[in-house]
């Protein structure tokens, strides 16, 4: 399946990270529904502004009359790999993987942009004065090494986004108690985070926050395990990578390819239909386009503009092109180095 879509790598924060799951949704689903047929055996701080892209044409899932697990889904992509530490993977097949593939959050969109639990048991439970957010926990989540997520790995996994040195998801839990503080290196831990027990998670506020649930759906505050992290140092996000998604990580070739096995412990045995995901790192976008239309790729996610007229006037490769509209947002991100950190430069770039 073709991509028609163009997307480039970006430094993203939390918010557009929620902006781009909930448009890339039906990208997820297209894993499922265009999968091949089965292969034996396992193969080897604030950003800038930013204007909303007019809607665009991208993948969407085609019906299908049944559902079977098993085979590899192949994809391509001209970029390549940092991190698949969640708290940090703003490349765009960083933020993909880690996002769709290897973590959860406590709460997430529906087809129908409806927030729904996930690693949560139900919607929080929010006193009458709008402070204290009580959040049940699913029992039984495991992690891809076995371990089952509790109370304790959740408010790790808030708080390791709000470090000094991380700060993903930095103003966005500016008004849970002890947030700012905790960012800015002034506490041990965020005060307003509690592990009430190993199921129940309670977060208090300095005031009443409407939007505090939709910022617990965003991708940086995906749940990882505090003791392996802990125990991984600067090996994690590289070498060790585990969270409660759907599919776990095999093997990764720095440059060349990383592999996803389907987690056979995931919480929501109802997803996640092909038995193995591989992506390919540093494809150029003519490469991809021909070993997509070989049989070598299952799906491009970057191709040459030219080539879409060619393709939609292919009998055959129009059949395997499927768009439709998306609510994903392209934008540009600046760093704060010098010459960008001067006023008068980026204002005489705009």
Known sequence: MLHDSKHRRSRAISRRNLLKGIGFASGVMLLSACAPTAQPGAPPSPAPSETPAPAVEAPIAAPASTKKRGGTFRLAHSDDFTTLDVAQAYGYVDWWASTFLLYDRLYVYDNDLNLIPNLAASMPEVSADGL????PLKRGVKFHDGSEMKAEDVKFSIERSLLPTIASAAGYFDNVTGAVDFTAGKAEEVAGIVAKDDYT???NLDAPQPTLVPNLAVSVVGVAPKKAIQA?????????VIGTGPYKLVEWKAGEKITF???EGYHLPDKGFVDWIEIFQNVAP?????RWESGELDYVVDYPAAELARIQSDDTLKQRLVSGPTTIIHYLTLRNSPPLDDLNFRKAMA
Request: hydrophobic share 45%.
């Open 261 to 263: 096995e389907r987690f």
């Open 286 to 290: 003519q490469q991809g386009v021909l």
């Open 132 to 135: 204290r957010v009580i959040i």
């Open 201 to 203: 998670l309670e977060i």
């Open 232 to 240: 991984a140092g600067e090996d994690w996000g590289t070498k060790i």
